[in-house]
């Protein structure tokens, strides 16, 4: 028999997870095999190459490119500093005399007697990569980075915005339905990492800022507040590098939604524990959703292996080895999100699969399945229309 199978959402009590952490090009690697790290543990460094500088010495000094040697008072590969003179010209007055001057700190990286440019580049820049979460180094990559693994709680949202980041989980609501409002947001969330309900609007989300909460996790938002967060519309959801301040995971969607209760109940379980959070998000191909990885306290991963992962330009990538059920398919009884109007946002439990493809509005003939919905409603919703809430 068949099986239907729609990826989801993953709420697990207890999973395994396993971050590949890779420099962007080859550096030092800090960490061991088999060694205890922190989120905050740097397990690889190198230097990033520094932005470079076009300088067009031959338009300024009214010289040929073959000429350019002549007038240059700085050699290939020697240092300069910001407003040096690096070239000049040998006017019979001096009046008429013509300085280039040295745009950056950095160095004269290359000299062109075909194009008349000279190149400069700014110091490099160290880049310092983070374990990010707390557990075990499973594999070390050479010159790359490493494998660092956890046994875990784990939760994916449906957008986020924000890089990586930690702090101990405070639960802002008692209700998973009640709207994060700034009145309840205050100093003592300093830190944190709060969890609201349904929703939270731009004003609470600037009080969060301002107090210096790390991350937001809340069921919904407007559109129009997260224009307000970032500064601009959001296009292609591709998000993760935005710096402004927090990190935000919707669990839901956009607008006012009901947090799962699934993913409250398990929040609030580990309310006072540290989670490690991203709100990195990837729509198109190689779908990456944002994460709450709540991290069991002494449990490093010893049971992953890293023999399948080949190192790329990733900076991180997720290997997950399920302590639970494998899923084979969608089956009755199990917890899905409807991802379509006119049940957008709604949770809901499968009834049963019909065999028979059925004809929906648009007079096409699909799949579907039964949905039982929270007020015991019963409705038909394309399989296409739904998303496993996996655990």
């Known amino acids: 028999m068949a099986h239907a199978y729609t990826p989801g959402l993953r709420v697990a009590k207890r999973t395994q997870i396993s971050k590949l952490r890779i420099l962007p090009i080859p550096g030092e690697v800090l960490v061991k095999k088999g060694e205890e790290v922190d989120s905050s543990r740097i397990v690889a460094k190198t230097d990033l190459p520094g932005k470079v500088y076009t300088v067009n010495v031959v338009n300024q000094l009214g010289i040929t490119p073959s000429e350019i040697r002549e007038f240059m008072l700085k050699k290939e590969g020697g240092p300069v500093s910001k407003d040096e003179v690096i070239a000049e010209n040998r006017p019979m007055i001096s009046w008429f005399k013509t300085q280039v001057r040295s745009p950056i700190n950095g160095n004269i990286e290359n000299i062109s007697t075909v194009t008349g440019q000279v190149l400069l580049r700014e110091p490099p820049r160290p880049l310092n990569l983070i374990a990010y979460?707390?557990?075990?180094?499973?594999?070390?990559?050479e010159g790359q980075g490493a494998i660092v693994g956890t046994l875990c709680s784990f939760i994916q949202g449906i957008f986020g915005v924000g890089g990586e980041t930690s702090g101990i989980i405070e639960m802002a609501v008692k209700d998973p339905n009640e709207i994060l409002t700034k009145e309840m947001i205050d100093a003592r969330f300093k830190d944190r990492i709060i969890v609201g309900g349904s929703?939270?609007?731009?004003?609470?989300i600037k009080k969060a800022r301002e107090v210096g909460v790390k991350g937001i996790i809340v069921g919904g938002i407007h559109d129009k507040d997260l224009k307000g967060l970032?500064?601009?519309?959001?296009?292609?959801?591709?998000?993760?590098?935005?710096d402004i301040g927090i990190t935000l995971i919707i669990t839901e969607g956009f607008g006012k939604i009901t947090m799962a209760s699934r993913t409250f109940d398990l929040l609030s379980e580990k309310a006072g524990k540290k989670a490690c959070i991203s709100g990195a998000t990837q729509i198109r191909a190689g779908v990456i959703r944002p994460e709450i990885i709540i991290p069991m306290a002494g449990t490093g991963s010893q049971e992953t292996s890293a023999s399948s992962v080949e190192p790329s330009g990733v900076r991180s990538r997720e290997i997950t080895a399920d302590l639970?059920?494998?899923?084979v398919g969608l089956s009755a009884g199990d917890p899905v999100r409807i991802i379509r109007e006119p049940y957008f946002g709604l949770i809901g439990k499968i009834v049963s699969l019909p065999h028979e493809l059925q004809v929906?509005?648009?007079g096409s003939k699909v799949r579907v399945l039964e949905v039982e919905l929270p007020d015991g409603r019963r409705v038909i919703i394309p399989r296409a229309n739904v998303e496993i809430i996996e655990g």
């Open 133 to 141: 979460i707390d557990g075990q180094v499973v594999e070390v990559i």
């Open 230 to 242: 970032l500064g601009y519309d959001l296009g292609v959801a591709i998000t993760g590098r935005e």
């Open 199 to 204: 929703f939270i609007d731009w004003e609470a």
């Open 360 to 362: 929906i509005e648009t």
């Open 324 to 327: 639970e059920t494998e899923r």
